[in-house]
């Protein structure tokens, strides 16, 4: 027990401030990299993310990997303070249209299990994807299409994947 | 042993009011963008505020030719109007997106890019609070110009950051 105190706290005053200022350093340098800490705001991506909810953003997850259909992704705007939480629905080249609620990706139903309340009144006509762009919209269809944040964005936009 | 846990503390609550802080420019451009967020009276309408808004939001342009700033819309409120000064601009915005009283505008993560010595631009992110509901959110570029000493707004353009084709 006095050694696992002696480990965190330490003996020394100095020692302390030097282990707490890497400490901070290190919490710094990951949060604002490659783990930025968000809060979810609205409701358009319940039931998954509540109104409130803090969530981490990897910014390394598409270093290595392409964004893939079903991911929760983040969307910068102007810049990364505030951005929208999305779930990508349709990949770059696919043709995407809704109909009474159901998402059809390349004249297919896509299930999506993730959806608790479906409002039939959405639809949208066919959307084509370009080959730098992905189509998101948010888990929430039981609000009305017309207040519902969606559709197609440049690839250059995602900032990152939502961990949880 | 509590110096110690104090000091501890003290720092990892400075690290985070840093991380989590605002990063202002301070230049003159910013300044009149901060005024631009103060709050306005805008006359009172409470017939469906937030389709209202949606309407707005979907069409409206802002263009303008030097000084003369006039904006387009679908808003059966706000048709046309042409616009000379910075405060009818104010409150032409406000009457855009919103009919509430108590409704404020913050412009966040705002990039300025000098194009010229007299010409700039400002692409940022407007925040509008004020509704019962959800805060509402739109990507905007500003073009300023610089004329006789002083930043002047010539143009705001909204950006469609994620969009369908109707």
């Not at chain 1, 039931?47 to 392409?66: C, E, K, M, Q, V």
């Not at chain 2, 194009?115 to 509402?136: E, R």
């Amino acid at each position: 027990m006095v050694t696992v105190r002696r480990i965190i706290v330490g003996n020394n005053i100095k020692h302390t401030f030097i282990r707490a200022s890497l400490f901070a350093l290190v919490f710094y340098v990951i949060c604002s990299t490659f783990l930025l800490p968000c809060t979810a705001t609205g409701s358009s991506m319940e039931p998954t993310y509540a109104d409130g909810s803090w969530h981490l953003i990897n910014t390394f997850s598409y270093r290595t990997a392409h964004p893939a259909r079903g991911d929760i992704i983040s969307i910068r705007l102007a810049g990364n303070r505030i951005m929208y939480l999305k779930r990508i629905i349709a990949l770059p080249g696919k043709r995407l249209r809704i109909v009474n609620g159901t998402v059809y990706i390349n004249d297919k139903a896509f299930d999506e299990p993730y959806i608790t309340f479906r409002d039939l009144s959405w639809n949208l006509k066919e959307q084509f994807i370009d080959d730098n762009e992905y189509f998101a919209i948010g888990d929430n269809r039981g609000m009305p299409m017309p207040h519902h944040t969606f559709g197609k964005f440049d690839k250059n936009r995602i900032v990152g994947k939502v961990l949880f | 042993m509590k110096t110690k846990i104090i000091i501890t503390l003290v720092i990892i609550i400075v690290c985070c009011t840093l991380l989590f802080s605002s990063h202002d420019d301070k230049d003159l451009i910013q300044q009149q963008l901060d005024s631009l967020s103060q709050s306005f009276d805008t006359p009172s309408n409470n017939k469906n505020l937030l389709q209202q808004f949606a309407d707005t939001k979907k069409y409206s342009v802002f263009f303008s030719d030097k000084l003369n700033i006039y904006i387009k819309t679908k808003n059966p409120f706000l048709k046309q109007l042409n616009i000379s000064d910075k405060k009818t601009l104010r409150k032409t915005i406000m009457m855009a997106r919103s009919g509430s009283p108590d409704f404020t505008i913050d412009f966040i993560d705002t990039n300025i890019k000098l194009t010229s010595n007299n010409q700039a631009t400002l692409h940022c992110t407007a925040v509008a609070k004020g509704f019962k509901s959800n805060n509402i959110i739109q990507e905007i570029m500003i073009t300023y110009k610089k004329i006789e000493g002083t930043w002047l707004i010539t143009q705001i353009k909204d950006i469609e950051t994620m969009k369908v084709n109707e």
